[in-house]
């Protein structure tokens, strides 16, 4: 039986994690390997990075630090941020990334999916989507969910979809931060009018957020970052409480 | 020496690095004389079947791996893409040759599938085994679980089959073999520390 993913995201500038990790026993605390390890071992069945370098020249350090993680953690690795061109879907995917994501990059330039998914196959091309409520209805927003685009976010989907994309992130800039839960209705609109894989992301405050979430048919995976740094939610609990709670799951041995 | 087919079809970084992690030696080639002097065959590939299976023939790997590995014996694993391009043909937007080592046709998962099941089956599936007792299961349990990415599937090789998941209904094969040809439709390098033991397995397997 398929199982329902448990998706941590890092962020990464300058080649290493930044952002609200604290954990017990790991050394050297924003070194991607080893948070990459951690998480592999507690159960991760995907690991995103996202490259929140704001300058060219720390470009590199993040494809280093991809490479490091790829050599050490068999899982798959999805890696967004700064995807603008083929050229950006190369770089990242010679370095070990398994899926690329896009999301202001396919704003600025529409066919970015269409030729990605061509080039690489629908498998290796996320879109993601930042979406916030306006005036009753779903908009998309651009530039880390700074910019309304004014675009309906159904039909930015339903257009993904049919230009190639393997699967979605779902971000809801309503329920983002707010630790309150996944905004569910949000989800299943989008879950409605596309039967791609669906990731969604925001909200996310406690082991039950992930029950709640899995109740929707058309939710493939959930992703969070803060509470999984935090350790307010370790992965392997969850997954065990998740599983005994009728959800299918993948659960690994502890090392 | 395990030689991994370049034939200019998908990313093997993740591939080579697995190999390399369980101590495998291997080389990433489609040069003739190293796939002859190689122990053991890998054939990997994403994408669509035609595409590659033409890249196969323009590089006459068709040949060359018919001769290595039917008459000559040589262990070969197919991984996804190339597990498919194993078998006699696929429908895959026409009829398309494969390389004919496994009986059988690859057929859509749509076609197979209720509407509400999405296409691809992408994710962490479990294994169920048909024959437990196939070198490649030695280190895995019934029930583990693998990373799959893929929108057909092989049908009509019963004979074949290995191990299979679940998909909506739908008995996915997971593990395929006939003699010293096999192939998973999972991505073993992409399926944690049971894809690590599979592909031990097989770059340890006695011929």
């Not at chain 2, 008459?71 to 197919?78: A, I, Q, Y």
């Not at chain 2, 197979?112 to 994710?123: D, E, F, R, S, Y």
């Amino acid at each position: 039986m398929l199982t329902k993913r448990i998706i941590p995201c890092l962020d990464v500038r300058n080649g290493r994690v930044v952002k609200g990790v604290n954990f017990e026993g790991l050394r050297d605390i924003d070194d991607p390997v080893s948070l990459a390890k951690f998480y592999n071992d507690s159960g991760a069945d995907e690991l995103v990075f996202y490259d929140i370098t704001a300058s060219a020249e720390g470009r590199p350090l993040f494809s280093d630090a991809l490479r490091a993680v790829a050599t050490e953690v068999f899982i798959p690795l999805t890696v967004g941020g700064s995807i603008n061109t083929l050229d950006d879907f190369d770089r990242v995917l010679k370095c070990g990334a398994d899926k690329v994501s896009v999301n202001s990059g396919a704003i600025r330039n529409p066919n970015l999916i269409y030729h990605a998914a061509k080039r690489y196959g629908s498998q290796c091309v996320v879109l993601s989507m930042d979406v916030k409520r306006v005036d009753g209805s779903f908009h998309l927003f651009a530039r880390g969910g700074r910019d309304d685009t004014g675009i309906d976010a159904i039909q930015w989907a339903k257009s993904g979809a049919e230009n190639g994309a393997g699967e979605i992130v779902l971000n809801s800039i309503d329920t983002d931060g707010v630790r309150d839960g996944f905004d569910l209705e949000m989800l299943q609109a989008i879950g409605d009018v596309v039967s791609l894989p669906l990731i969604a992301s925001g909200g996310a405050g406690c082991m039950e957020d992930f029950l709640t979430l899995f109740s929707l048919p058309c939710v493939d995976a959930g992703l969070a970052a803060s509470i999984f740094h935090s350790q307010e939610v370790k992965i392997n609990d969850l997954k065990m409480y998740l599983n005994k709670n009728g959800v299918p799951i993948r659960i690994v041995e502890e090392k | 020496m395990i030689a991994v087919v370049d034939y200019g079809v998908g990313n093997l970084y993740s591939l080579t690095c697995s190999l390399r992690h369980i101590g495998a030696d291997c080389i990433v080639t489609n040069d003739e004389q190293m796939l002859r002097d190689a122990d053991r065959i890998i054939l990997p590939g994403v994408g669509a079947f035609d595409d590659a299976a033409n890249k196969l023939r323009s590089l006459k790997m068709d040949q060359l791996l018919s001769e290595l590995v039917i008459k000559k014996g040589k262990p070969l694993m197919g991984i996804c893409l190339g597990m498919q391009l194993l078998f006699e043909q696929s429908l895959e937007f026409g009829v398309h040759q494969g390389l004919g080592f496994i009986g059988g046709t690859i057929r859509p998962l749509s076609d197979a599938l209720t509407n509400q099941a999405k296409v691809p089956h992408m994710g962490w599936n479990s294994l169920a085994f048909v024959k437990a007792n196939d070198p490649l299961l030695q280190e895995t349990k019934e029930g583990d679980f693998v990373y799959y990415v893929h929108s057909y599937y092989a049908t009509d090789c019963e004979s074949s089959l290995v191990a299979t998941s679940n998909y909506c209904g739908v008995q996915v094969p997971g593990v395929v073999r006939h003699a010293n040809v096999c192939g998973t439709q999972f991505h073993p390098e992409k399926s944690g520390e049971i894809g690590l033991r599979m592909l031990h397995v097989f770059a340890a397997e006695k011929d």
